[in-house]
C-alpha cells in the first residue's frame, strides 16, 4: 500500500467538517454535494474487499429513488449479492475518517480481515443517469487505481445490471456473459422461448405501458425492447427527455402515493408498471372500467409467480422445497393467500434486501418480494442441475414444464431483483396463464393500509424484534400498541426506525370493511404514541390527548367501535 500516494490524493478529495455517514440498508446516501470523499474511500475498500475475497467487487453509484440531488453509493460482493455487515462497518468507519486518520483505518482493516497486500484487485463500476453520478464514479475510481486496483468501468447501467456483471465475472461466464448485450440476449432468449409457448398471444397480452421514473430504467428499456419484440411491445412513459428523475412518478410514488404516476394516459384495464430510478423495483398497476385505479405490489408479484413455479413443479413430478420470503410491510392477505390457499410457506425478515435474499437462499427455490416491489426467485444449483436433466430426459407433457421451467430460471436476474428481469417474468407467466392484470389483482384483495413517517428527536430509542414486528424500547410501546391493535379486526400495526431516513415508520392494517379512512384513524393515535414514548416518563392516554388536543384518541376508537372484536 502506497500511504504517501492515499494520503496525497485523498486530500484532494476531501471530508468535508463535522459530515457523519452511516452506509444503511443499501449503502451511503445523501445530497450529492457531501459525497466526493465517500466515493474515493468507496473506491480504495472495494479494492480491499476484492483482494481478500480474490474475486471481482461493484461499486454502484446510484440513489435509487431518491430526488434527483441526491446520489449514494454501494459495494457488491462476489456474488452479485449486497456487501457483507462487517465489512459495512468497515466501510462506515473509512467514510467518516478525518484525513489524518485514513492510512491507520486503512490498515486496520487489512489486519482485521486477514487481506494479502500482494493479491491483485479487480473492481468494476456501473452508475445511474443522475447529473452528479459521472463525476462522482470518476472519484471511485480514483480510489481504485490509488491502490493498485484493475477496474472496468461500465458507465450506465442499471443496478441490478451491475449485480449481474459481478455475479458473472465470478462464476467464470457459468451464469451468463458479463456484458450488457449478454444480459438483453440471456433474458431475451429465455423470454421468447416461454411466449412462444403461450397459447394466447392476442395483442392484449403483447402490450405493456412502462413508467420508466426519467431514469436509467428507460435507456437501457429501449436498448433492449428490440431483442424481446417477439413476445412484448412496451410503450415508455417517464423516459428522461423531458421529467425530472422520480418526480412524480416511478415505483417508490405509485407505490407510497397509491395513484398512477404523472406523464402516463391510462385507458381502462391496460396493463401498466412502474421501474424506481435504478430499475431494482417494480410495481403494476391499472384503472378499472369505473375509473378506480388499483395497485398490484411485490406481494401479488410474490404471489403470482410463487403459484406458476409450484404449479410447474406438480406438473414435473418433483416436490422441491418452495419457500416464499416476506417483510412486516406484507399485506396480512398476501401472507394468508399464499399460507391458506397455494399451501406455500411463508417467511418474514427484517427490511431490506439482504435480508431476505439470505433467508431465500435456505429453499431449493426461494421467491422473495418487499410490498415495494424488490425481489426476485433464487433456485439452488441442485435444482437447476435437476431441471436441466428432466428438460431433456421425461416424457413430452412433464417435458414441456421442465423446459418452460429452465426458462423462467434463467429470465430471473438471481443476482438482484431486477424490474427489467421480473418484468418479463410476470409478463411471461400472464400470458402463459391467459390471465389479465385484472384476474391477477382478483387473486386476494388487499386488506386497507397505511404507512405514516414520524420524526422523533432520536430514532434509536426505538428497536424492535421478531422480524421488526415488535417495539423492546422504549418500555411500554409496545403494550400500547397491542391495546390499540385488539380493538379491530384483522388488524396489524408495528413501527421501527427508518434504515435510509431520520424517521421513525408506522404501519398498520385492519380489516376495515371497505372504508381506507379507517385505517387513517386506527394510524393516528399511533403516530402520536411514539412522540409520547419518544419523551418518557409521561403516562400514555392523558399524554396522547394532550399531544392531539384532546380529541384524535377518542375519535379513533368511536369511529371504529363497529368492527371492534
Ligand atoms: C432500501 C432497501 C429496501 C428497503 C428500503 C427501506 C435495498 C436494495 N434497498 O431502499 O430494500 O425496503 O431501503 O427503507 O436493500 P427504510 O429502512 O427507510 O424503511
Ligand atoms: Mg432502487
Known amino acids: 500500500m502506497d500511504l504517501g500516494a492515499i494520503t496525497k490524493y485523498s486530500a484532494l478529495h476531501a471530508k468535508p467538517n463535522g459530515l457523519i455517514l452511516q452506509y444503511g440498508t443499501a449503502g451511503f446516501r445523501t445530497k450529492a454535494e457531501h459525497l466526493d470523499h465517500v466515493m474515493f474511500r468507496m473506491g480504495l475498500l472495494a479494492v480491499l474487499r476484492s483482494k481478500q475475497t480474490k474475486s471481482t467487487i461493484g461499486v454502484m453509484v446510484t440513489a435509487s429513488h431518491n430526488p434527483e440531488e441526491d446520489n449514494g453509493v454501494k459495494l457488491v460482493d462476489p456474488l452479485g449479492e449486497m456487501l457483507a455487515p462487517s465489512w459495512e462497518e468497515h466501510a462506515t468507519c473509512l467514510a467518516n475518517a478525518e484525513e489524518q486518520d485514513m492510512q491507520r483505518v486503512l490498515i486496520d482493516i487489512s489486519e482485521k480481515e486477514a487481506v494479502n497486500l500482494q493479491q491483485d484487485a479487480f473492481v468494476v463500476i456501473g452508475r445511474d443517469t443522475r447529473p452528479s453520478s459521472e463525476k462522482l464514479s470518476q472519484s471511485v475510481i480514483d480510489g481504485v487505481t490509488v491502490l493498485g486496483g484493475q477496474f472496468h468501468d461500465y458507465g450506465l447501467l442499471t443496478t441490478p445490471q451491475l449485480h449481474y456483471m459481478v455475479y458473472c465475472r465470478n462464476t467464470g461466464g457459468r451464469y451468463g456473459k458479463a456484458t450488457i448485450e449478454g444480459y438483453y440476449q440471456k433474458l431475451s432468449k429465455a423470454f421468447v422461448e416461454l411466449t412462444k409457448q403461450a397459447s394466447c398471444s392476442g395483442d392484449e397480452y403483447r402490450s405493456l405501458k412502462v413508467d420508466c421514473a426519467n431514469g436509467i430504467g428507460a435507456l437501457k428499456l429501449r436498448e433492449m425492447e428490440h431483442y424481446f419484440s417477439q413476445g412484448l411491445s412496451v410503450q415508455l412513459f417517464n423516459d428522461g427527455s423531458k421529467g425530472k428523475l422520480n ?312 369511529s371504529l367501535s363497529h368492527l371492534r372484536v
Open 247 to 558: 418526480h412524480l412518478c416511478g415505483a417508490d410514488f405509485v407505490k407510497s402515493h397509491q395513484k398512477p404516476p404523472q406523464g402516463m394516459e391510462i385507458k381502462s384495464n391496460e396493463r401498466c408498471c412502474s421501474f424506481d430510478g435504478d430499475a431494482d423495483r417494480i410495481v403494476y398497476y391499472y384503472h378499472d372500467a369505473d375509473g378506480h385505479f388499483h395497485l398490484i405490489d411485490g406481494d401479488k408479484i410474490a404471489t403470482l409467480i410463487s403459484s406458476f413455479l409450484k404449479e410447474l413443479l406438480v406438473e414435473i413430478g418433483e416436490s422441491l422445497n418452495i419457500g416464499v420470503v416476506q417483510t412486516a410491510y406484507a399485506n396480512g392477505s398476501s401472507t394468508r393467500y399464499l399460507e391458506e390457499v397455494m399451501k406455500v410457506p411463508v417467511y418474514c425478515t427484517k427490511t431490506g434486501v439482504k435480508h431476505l435474499h439470505h433467508k431465500a437462499q435456505e429453499f431449493d427455490i426461494g421467491v422473495y418480494f418487499e410490498a415495494n416491489g424488490h425481489g426476485t426467485a433464487l433456485f439452488s444449483t441442485a435444482v437447476e442441475m435437476k431441471i436441466k436433466q428432466s428438460a431433456e430426459q421425461l416424457e413430452d407433457k412433464k417435458r414441456k414444464a421442465a423446459k418452460m421451467l429452465e426458462n423462467i430460471i434463467d429470465l430471473f436476474n438471481q443476482a438482484a431483483g431486477d424490474a427489467i428481469s421480473d418484468m418479463l417474468v410476470i409478463e411471461a407467466i400472464l400470458a402463459l396463464k391467459g390471465l389479465t392484470v385484472q384476474q391477477w389483482d382478483a387473486l386476494y384483495t388487499d386488506l386497507p393500509n397505511r404507512q405514516l413517517k414520524v420524526q422523533v428527536a432520536d430514532r434509536r430509542v426505538i428497536s424492535t424484534t421478531n422480524a421488526e414486528r415488535q417495539a423492546v424500547t422504549p418500555p411500554g410501546l409496545q403494550e400500547a400498541i397491542n391495546d390499540l391493535v385488539k380493538k379491530y379486526k384483522l388488524s396489524r400495526a408495528f413501527v421501527r426506525p427508518s434504515g435510509t431516513e431520520d424517521v421513525v415508520r408506522v404501519y398498520a392494517e385492519a380489516d376495515s370493511q371497505g372504508s381506507r379512512l379507517v385505517v387513517w384513524i386506527f394510524i393516528w393515535p399511533l403516530h402520536i404514541l411514539l412522540k409520547v414514548f419518544a419523551k418518557p416518563g409521561q403516562s400514555t392516554v392523558s399524554a396522547v390527548n394532550r399531544e392531539s388536543g384532546g380529541n384524535i384518541w377518542q375519535l379513533s376508537c368511536r
